[in-house]
């Protein structure tokens, strides 16, 4: 795994820093408080499985704008935390499955994506030293045999055919008493999970076949206000604005006038905070897909304007998501700057959780991008840099920026998507 | 803490190493299988808040001799591994009570142990990262108002005065909801502590005043006859024999003949285990206080003779356990060699858990002991060592002794006694 850099925490290249450090602050003060009110939250809405939460940090902003429920990327997350993932794998299967013994993963069907790959190898680690037997049940459906693939680590996975016999998934020779689906179910819910007598986990229902992002930043704003008077700040800071619009076509150029229209009323929103703050930065709006993932489909614009004029490539790409679905739904989301750097790169947060328990990170680095564009982007230019830290364990003696309180603080934000994420479940 | 060492795995000074690599092996191949039978135990008898077990590795056999329900120590563990202390305390917490905010940490009274009071101060420490407000009472009774003891490690204790109004405890201005006893009540059960209307986590009940080691141990026995069946391999390699004797007064020298005719059956029976796995040591037994803890009234034998011959200042020793206790109940169990050795030095491994989760340990390091006597004994030379890896990640693709997997059988054995220790705490 020689692309893992552990350093410590990357630069926050800007002077606008007061908001974000008036936010730590409170978090830190506040620190018993919030956990006592995590530990309700829980008992309200447990938490998913597992969760990745993509974080924002503009200095003034620190904000999630993006929320997965079958995360990749374990193998970016530092070695020296897999047992924090051990751990946190027994608790979370004592509670969704206590008499587990064998367990079915169920990865994403892209077999050429070696990173992913590494983070299913990563996953399979960590469950089997959490304790359970462990393979790898694949949906491609031309797989007529298991088929092993050396990965760069060294280590070697082996993707067998999944089966189904009755209502019980099962490989030819393992028959397990769970499945832990670590595909998004972009392109739809296979016929192959339906009325599955063995517990799915998570539920394929939190698949983005059927989930919007705008439906989980309803979730997230009430989440976020109820926080905010938890510790007596403006919800703003960690909470961006949003907007979505009804259907979309791009390529036939369907409801450009809804979009703009509501580019604008967001832009203004966002101005008017600015000035609120005396913010000397230029508002953006991020427009995506409502449904999908790996960011594709995302776009940065500056002006309602900018709706009218795209391109034939830039339509094209926001017409197609992961699995070629048409993008019909769009998400409107406030633009929150990355002013954290790395080498001179812009780089941004991802937070992962296991259970409620913050296991680790990383930042994603990425040479090619400004810092009012998605980082969450193929390419060669893309470097992991590990959380040196844990996110767990803030140090009240310390000042709030110090490193392990501003991993604590990305650890609050992200447990609020967190909440959002599960009360999206619960439904 | 400039006293805390991390390095790798201590050398095993003997070339009896075989039984050992065979138990490790049966550990290895078996993980899966003993994890859920794990998960199975804590379901039936749920694990007790804390605990720290003292093993003895001899390279032929790996055996606990003491378990502490009431662990000091904190302090030597890796601070790598803080950040798994925290997740645990958040697991065990939310088990046993679940609606806890703030915590009142009742320690030991001798207060002029500043290695003691560094593991208090880590406590406090860990259990505040978890989320909790957390404030110490002393049991001291001559305590009329907060008392800071500035620690060597730079940090600052301060135990207050603890109070009772009517069935609850608190202190001047702090109403806890829970009570976290690090008090072994070796001097009994203190009236303060009858009929708290709060939760008292671990319960009185498990302090020396009322425990058994002897209780403990057959308990363990058969634990360790179970283990065994799971694991197809004799018990003996990590059950220690043992025998007790009825009431002893060391002073008057009454009861020696028991003790001998004990020491003798003991001595034998070991012999037997000796000569069946073909282990050219020579038999010893260890005579303790079937209660209390620290060492004290601790003596290794190797004849029934030596009980006779017992000098003044050894039958002091055995007749005065901690806090003054007369021991009357003595335990004779098979000595364990100790044959890891750390720079010349002797050493044995404490392993430490929180609720289930086996969350580190230590070397314990000796100058000035041999291989076979007691190291857990006052005095300069003592050194921790603390665990340069987790015990919970093991690695099926590396040897049944590599350090990981050392480690993890460690963990695997402490679990086992953490078991006896679980249904001795259910009765």
Request: charge should be negative; proline fraction near 7%; include cysteine.
């Amino acid at each position: 795994m020689g692309t893992i850099q552990v350093a410590s925490v990357p630069n926050l290249t800007t002077a606008l820093t007061g908001p974000l450090l008036e936010l730590e602050r409170h978090i830190l003060d506040r620190q018993p408080a919030i956990e006592h009110w995590f530990r309700e939250q829980w008992r309200k809405t447990p938490a998913p499985f597992y969760c990745s939460v993509d974080l924002r940090n503009s200095g003034f902003k620190l904000a999630p704008v993006d929320t997965n429920l079958f995360p990749g990327g374990f193998n970016n997350l530092n070695p020296a935390f897999e047992t924090l993932c051990i751990q946190a794998v027994q608790a979370a299967t004592e509670r969704v499955c206590p008499t587990a013994a064998k367990i079915l993963l169920i990865p994403e069907s892209h077999t050429r994506n070696l990173h992913y790959l590494e983070s299913v190898a990563s996953l399979v680690d960590i469950v089997g030293k959490a304790g359970f037997e462990v393979r790898v049940g694949s949906l491609i459906q031309d797989l007529s045999a298991p088929q092993k693939i050396d990965l760069p680590s060294g280590r070697q996975l082996t993707l067998e055919p999944l089966r189904r016999t009755k209502n019980r998934l099962h490989l030819a020779d393992f028959d397990p008493c769970s499945v832990l689906l670590n595909n998004d179910l972009s392109d739809g819910r296979p016929a192959l999970l339906e009325n599955i007598e063995q517990p799915v986990i998570p539920s394929p229902n939190l698949g983005w076949w059927s989930r919007l992002k705008s439906s989980h930043f309803n979730h997230y704003r009430d989440v976020a206000q109820e926080f905010a008077d938890l510790v007596e700040i403006d919800p703003w800071f960690f909470d961006p604005l949003f907007r979505n619009c009804g259907e979309i076509d791009f390529m036939k150029r369907e409801g450009e006038d809804c979009l703009a229209r509501n580019v604008d009323v967001l832009l203004k929103a966002i101005q008017l905070k600015y000035d609120e703050y005396k913010l000397d930065r230029k508002p953006f709006v991020v427009m995506k897909a409502d449904q999908g993932t790996y960011g594709m489909g995302v776009m940065s614009v500056h002006s309602p304007d900018e709706v009218y004029v795209l391109n034939r490539k830039q339509r094209t790409k926001m017409a197609a998501s992961k699995g070629g679905q048409l993008v019909s739904k769009v998400i409107l989301q406030e633009g929150v700057y990355t002013f954290e750097n790395w080498d001179g790169a812009a780089c941004e947060p991802v937070v992962y959780m296991i259970d409620h328990f913050v296991v680790g990170g990383f930042y994603r680095v990425h040479n090619a991008r400004g810092d009012d564009e998605s980082l969450n982007a193929p390419g060669m230019e893309f470097r992991p840099l590990v959380f040196a830290q844990p996110c767990n364990a803030p140090d009240t003696s310390l000042d709030p920026d110090a490193n392990v309180n501003r991993f604590y603080a990305y650890g609050v934000v992200a447990r609020l998507a967190l909440i959002a994420a599960a009360r999206e479940a619960a439904l």
